[in-house]
């Protein structure tokens, strides 16, 4: 049942396609997906293949909350158009009625844009995406739908302030666990400058959050930790994604000791509060 589910989000996801040719790139990333079972063969014996995604440089899907521009390559984004890509994430956003929301790992955008709307002149977005492309992608999509109130910034995010690196997945046909990846895989490091949350907000002056969400392909532990002094003066939510058991113990561990209980609010979102004093 859960095969047929998603066979039936993917070919929804065509008519999210803005333009013809953006449906028609839509339908053929679907269709080199379904071949993947022949790149991991490929990789096993030794001889893999490439990407065929790569040559699809970029396309248009719109949803209820914008229109984006994609890269071929790097998973499929046009899933984030359909109303079943992270409900929890996007019921909290709806929930805000002002003050600014911080997205840490923006991608290209889908939230960024969507709680900059919903905001509108009552508040603000801060996104924070650290790969060049993505992040071009980012600006692009903040512009096209003509977006005055969020503020982007080319950072990587972490528990202290410096330089790192990170990694675009192996070129070869077939999935990719993580689409960028902080730890070597073989592929050219891309340098980025590493902030603190602490440090982003001390420079732009900012002294509360209403919201923040970290999206960081399992680096979500190092950015709450680079996030105490916010996390301890005020009881801001965050929303983080963990892709496994131990990334999220390992995120549990940073936000206990700071008064915050953490549930489940969709498949691998979750919801840390600061827990309420008892009486």
């Known amino acids: 049942m859960k095969v047929i589910g998603q066979l039936r989000i993917g070919i929804r996801s065509i008519g999210y396609g803005d333009r013809l040719r953006d449906k028609a790139a839509i339908a053929l990333l ?3 997906y379904l071949l993947f079972p022949i790149g991991l063969v490929a990789r096993k014996l030794g001889r893999p293949l490439p990407d065929p995604a790569r040559l699809i440089a970029s396309y248009r899907c719109r949803s209820v909350d914008g229109v984006f521009i994609c890269p071929g390559a790097g998973g499929p984004s046009f899933l984030a158009c359909d109303p079943s890509y992270d409900p929890g994430v996007a019921a909290h956003i709806d929930a805000l009625t002002s003050g600014i929301f911080l997205d840490v790992g923006a991608n290209v955008g889908f939230f960024t844009v969507k709680a900059a709307k ?43 302030n410096g330089r790192g690196a990170i990694y675009e997945p192996d070129p070869s046909f077939g999935p990719h666990r993580l689409d960028v990846s902080c730890a070597p895989v073989g592929t050219a490091a891309i340098g980025v400058e590493v902030r603190t949350v602490d440090s982003l907000l ?20 190092e950015v709450i930790g680079g996030m105490r002094q916010v996390l301890g003066d005020q009881p801001v939510p965050v929303i983080f994604e963990a892709l496994n058991s131990h990334a999220l113990e390992r995120a549990v561990a940073r936000l206990r000791p700071l008064g915050y209980a953490v549930e489940q609010i969709d498949q691998q ?3 840390a509060r600061r827990a309420a004093p008892q009486q």
């Open 30 to 32: 679907l269709f080199i």
């Open 202 to 221: 001390e420079t732009l002056g900012i002294r509360e959050l209403a919201l923040v969400k970290i999206d960081v392909e399992g680096f979500e532990p």
């Open 118 to 160: 919903h905001l509108e002149k009552r508040g603000s977005v801060i996104a924070i995406e650290p790969h060049p492309v993505r992040f071009e992608l980012l600006r692009q999509n903040v512009a096209l739908n003509g977006l005055d109130n969020v503020t982007c910034l080319p950072f990587a995010v972490g528990s202290e």
């Open 269 to 271: 979102n979750f919801l």
